[in-house]
């Protein structure tokens, strides 16, 4: 199993050659790449970035995910980070196994829940002006939507000082006089 | 119990009663342009959890994205509800978004 983050250019050719083997009838290829546009604007460039460690670390659980899941033989899931310029390989996913069935879905099923999971973000640059690209939601066994209620209590029940301010409905908290807060202003 | 947090810039005010660990806080992605740094030491309460220190975050700033982060514990995704432990790494995630620009999941 090959499972890389790299700040190279991704050598895809090599990568699917070495994933083959006698074993295998169907090798499936997914090379995702950058396209020249976004919504309707013109792309000049991606910036990738990641929590490089623990971003590894997943791509390594969901190769070791997809063997067992869908039987295939071997996979290789290798993602670029940096500047990437249009029409290079930001993330190459390559599935060997016996049936194709088995290929297709495992390479479907990991650039899925790579995109989903994984923690690497992209700046998007173009001709005016440059934005993080919204990702998706997180699954939710990952993501926290109730993060904000579950701070109105303390884990023993006991009610949070009203002075936090936590404000869920706004989303907003209040800043006045907020004491969890050491030091600012004293 | 005390729910007080320090940013790192004064350790002033502290309550006897409480007792206090350092984490590591880590943003990415456009919490990075959000918090204005990519990451800081917070002195936090003994016994707080990831969703007090969430909290804590929205009071410092206002934005929209902390209705869809995620936070990993020493690089793995923890819960709401999880206690957080002197030296722990804890990273506030943004929603994701690797991978490529036109590989969308149906």
């Known amino acids: ?186 | 119990m005390a729910y007080l947090f320090s940013g790192g810039w004064s350790q002033r005010g502290r309550l006897a009663y409480s007792v206090w660990m350092r984490v590591r806080v880590l943003y990415f992605g456009v919490l990075k342009d959000v918090m204005g740094q990519s990451g800081t030491v917070m002195e936090v309460a003994e016994g707080a959890s990831v969703a007090e220190l969430l909290a804590v975050h929205r009071g410092l700033v206002a934005a929209s994205v902390w209705e869809s982060v995620a936070v990993a514990v020493n690089q793995e995704y923890a819960r709401a509800g999880d206690v957080l432990k002197d030296g722990d790494e804890v990273a506030l995630l943004p929603p994701v978004s690797g991978g490529c620009e036109d590989c969308d999941a149906s």
């Not at chain 1, 700040?7 to 290829?29: F, L």
């Not at chain 1, 899931?77 to 069935?101: D, F, K, N, P």
């Not at chain 1, 884990?155 to 209040?174: C, M, N, V, Y």
């Open chain 1, 1 to 186: 199993m090959r499972v890389e983050i790299t700040d190279a250019v991704i050598p895809v050719a090599e990568i699917v050659a070495e994933t083959k083997a006698g074993a295998d009838g169907a090798v499936c290829v997914f090379d995702g790449i950058v396209r020249d546009n976004s919504r309707g604007r013109k792309t000049l460039h991606l910036d990738y970035e990641a929590y490089r460690e623990m971003a590894l670390e997943q791509m390594r659980g969901l190769a070791a995910e997809a063997v067992t899941r869908f039987g295939v033989r071997d996979v290789a899931v290798v993602h670029r980070l940096g500047r990437l310029y249009v029409g290079e390989t930001s993330v190459l996913i390559v599935v060997a196994s016996a049936h194709r069935g088995a290929a297709f879905d495992a390479c479907r099923w990991l650039i899925d829940t790579l995109k989903k999971t994984v923690p690497i973000w992209k700046k998007e640059q173009f001709v005016d002006g440059a934005v993080w690209a919204d990702g998706e939601a997180f699954p939710s066994d990952i993501g926290l939507p109730g993060a904000s209620e579950a701070s109105a209590q303390s884990a023993d029940g006991e009610a949070f000082p009203s002075a936090l301010g936590l404000s869920e409905e706004s989303g907003r908290a209040s800043h006045d006089g907020a004491p969890g807060f050491v030091g600012g202003g004293e």
